[in-house]
């Protein structure tokens, strides 16, 4: 596998932060920063985008580190306006977008990753380009797609209620 102290660390925290999104979904239909599953996501996604900023495959500044930054901004932007919430509802459509769009970017290079890597010595995909990686992107990204669509519904029916 072939993972550095640092990658084992980054590895355990990212999937902290995948299973309590997941938790976060499934108990409030959103990653909730309110709840403590989105507290857990917010604090072990922002640790795992900086940690991959120190892991490299390849050597220097490449792709996944574009998407490490990049997650951090969502995540820190959609903390900035939880903090807003009671001010706008489009704060609140737009901080349920930022995070859904943060997980959904995070799973494209654990999918990758992972695939690539597990079995061992025998790895359900030969690289980044592999058909599999990218049916299982495409069923993420319509799963992604369809939560957005549902939570701005449900956002909406609770915006009218208040």
């Excluded at 409030?28 to 920063?33: H, V």
């Excluded at 857990?40 to 490490?68: M, P, Q, R």
């Excluded at 977008?97 to 999918?111: A, K, R």
Aim: charge should be positive; avoid cysteine.
């Amino acid at each position: 596998m072939g993972l550095s102290g640092l990658g084992i660390f980054h590895t355990i925290i990212g999937i902290v932060a995948i299973v309590s999104a997941i938790i976060s979904f499934v108990r409030f239909g959103k990653i909730d920063l309110t709840q403590l599953s989105g507290k857990i996501y917010f604090y072990t996604t922002t640790v795992t985008a900086l940690t991959a900023l120190g892991i490299s495959k390849h050597g220097g500044f490449n792709a996944g580190h574009i998407f490490s930054v990049f997650i951090f901004i969502l995540v820190v932007v959609a903390f900035w306006l939880s903090v807003k919430r009671s001010a706008s509802n489009k704060a609140r459509y737009a901080e349920n977008f930022l995070l859904s769009f943060s997980f959904f970017l995070s799973l494209i290079p654990t999918v990758n990753e992972t695939f690539t890597r597990v079995p061992l010595g025998h790895p359900l995909a030969k690289g980044p380009a592999d058909p599999l990686i990218a049916k299982t992107l495409l069923v993420l990204l319509i799963l992604f797609i369809a939560g957005a669509v549902y939570q701005y519904i449900k956002q909406r029916r609770i915006a009218k209620l208040n």
